[in-house]
């Protein structure tokens, strides 16, 4: 070794003494932080709360971008190594959890059983050691016989089948049975349920498919009916699956479910619709297109793919949402005039103010699309 | 909120405060390596050491991932979490890109170089080998000087200017210079740089924000307007960048454009303004919310998180796009009568038309949007 080598490595030894204690003093702040965080779950689960939001995820991030400006580090970076903490939280928070069974043995009927969204409930039942039978049309003159001593009902049938099938089961659960259903709007059918049985009852939204295949980071809504207590086991044994629950009552449910399902879905048929009456050449605006708007007809690409009856009971499930949807168009048609006077600052001016409601979420939506955006140039 | 809740959130802020806490001494941590690092890299340079050792780094993997083990954290966690700490302190040693210039040493003028698109081509040409000039309203007095001899005119000024500021230029170039602009229409401007500037003229419009930072894989709509042989070299020159080169006429591109840009932001601007009217929750639906709609709704905050002039020039850029936006009212409020009119075999009718209308594009996009989707729930 040269002289100038061995100076060198004299000079280099304590800067990398100092960061391999840097590197020890991180890992021990990331060892509290975990043990900080089994407190967190532990707290959340004896409380039967969801252990994972995506919304509070976000606001760390977004809280940990800006310090670390300030501190001149990367946001980029600091989010990048976030993803990975908060990735290796939520392994370890529904590791295992999937089979464990929280009432094995206990009977569980689904009504319409047959079907996927059925379907999908009675395998995860099943796996995890309930006994489970199945109720659907063909099975109606044994319906006395399947419903005996069972601890859950779970009906999954349309919507406009459900006030009447639960009015049928009632009467031929145990009284202590648990009654819920998985319809997509709440007030009416746990109505119906309150109304029909006499023991517990809850309303469940599954707001995913039964392609999914599996609960896990899928958020599910319960809406308390009767009896919260006696339905506990039922909300717990869907966390457990890896659900995320969202509780909420049925007229909150019901009134984010217009926006988030019946004028979202709505106004992607409108867009859809418009395209198809000037028969635009969806092929060729690909080619001028941003990635963005690649994803964007996407979604619109992607309802039509989808059942029509499906959206016709989410976009005319109420008379409420019909009045929503109304209220849409109307809104729209206040444009026409800004649009036939060419009235630019009127158009500003609206902007900045949506802009300045939408506030905070705006920058994090244009991160968070901005990732996607990326993901999608990778892959194409 | 209810007592349970209350206890709840009594118990559970120390703990996320406490976990704040470390995380704001992980960030110091950080931002202490990363200084330490540094020094390490200039003392490197300054014995001309490679700055970047992958044994080094192994090293440090297989000491950190014994330590984790000690304290009870899990190494493969702690390796993921490493190499994104390890690639960043690469990346931030080797920035520095290689831009290959097609015509090192030509003069380029960026006119509005004082913009942010403007800004970015100025140092794309600038880093090529390209002698820039830029020139601004405060450089008007300059203007012929700074014209002077250049071999590329490269107009960056919002849409509403473009015809004048062109008009007001082409006479101090030299007649073989090539004139091109970026703006988001293409008939008008186009027309103008021909009638003003009698060298080669081509317009050009980026599918990308300047944020972007970068051409790479980025679309750039190349529309010739005179001598496509002399732009030829600045084509080129934008591939070398990684721009995706889509060649059109004016017209073709103004036509997509209208459903590419105009209707689709319109649309947009549209839903985020009725979700304003109606003061609706966003943060509550988002908790509600599957992935996809929390994209959507991503979509939607997207717009209104960047320039509301820029949009009122994209919308109101013509007669036409107006035109065009009317129908798209026209055609939602033909849709009034059957809502009002509880119309459910209607609305699937239209939507299997549609439906089958988009065809195998429908199930295209199904497929790259779970893709997508997939990626957002690795992510969340």
Known sequence: ????????????????????????????????????VEQVVALKKAHSMPVYHPAREEDLIYRL?????????????????????????????????????????????????????????????SRSGYQVRTLDREDWDRAGEICRDV?????????????????????????DAVM?????????????????????????????????????????????????????WLVEQLGLWGAVIVRASAEEHDQVMEIVQALRHFATFCFGDFLYQRHIRLERTLEFSSPIYRLELGMVGRLFAQDSALYAEIIFATEER???????????????EMLEKNDKPGFINQFNQVANWFGPFSEQAMRESTFIINKLIERF
């Not at 109307?330 to 026409?336: E, F, P």
């Open 180 to 232: 819920a259903d998985l319809t997509s709007i709440k007030k009416e059918p746990l109505a119906a349920m309150c109304r029909a049985h006499k023991g517990p009852v809850m309303g469940l939204h599954p707001l995913f498919g039964p392609t999914s295949g599996s609960l896990d980071k899928q958020i599910m809504v319960t809406c308390p009916g009767r009896d919260e207590t006696a339905c506990q």
């Open 65 to 125: 971008r800006s310090q670390a400006k300030t501190a001149g580090v990367d946001p980029d970076f600091l989010e990048d190594l976030y993803r990975v903490v908060l990735r290796q939280s939520r392994i370890k928070q529904t590791r295992k959890m999937e089979l464990k069974g929280i009432r094995p043995g206990a009977s569980v009927v689904i009504v319409g059983g047959a079907g996927q969204m059925g379907g999908l409930f009675a395998r995860l039942f």
């Open 151 to 175: 601890d859950l009902a779970l009906i999954s049938v349309p919507i406009e089948k459900t006030p009447d099938i639960v009015a049928a089961i009632a009467p031929l659960l145990p009284a």
């Open 322 to 336: 019909r009045k929503l949807l109304k209220e849409y168009i109307d809104s729209l048609s206040r444009h026409l």
């Open 1 to 36: 070794m040269d002289k100038d080598n061995t100076i060198f490595f004299e000079q280099i030894r304590p800067m990398r003494d100092e960061i391999d204690r840097i590197d020890s003093e991180i890992l021990s702040l990331l060892a509290r932080r975990q043990k900080q």
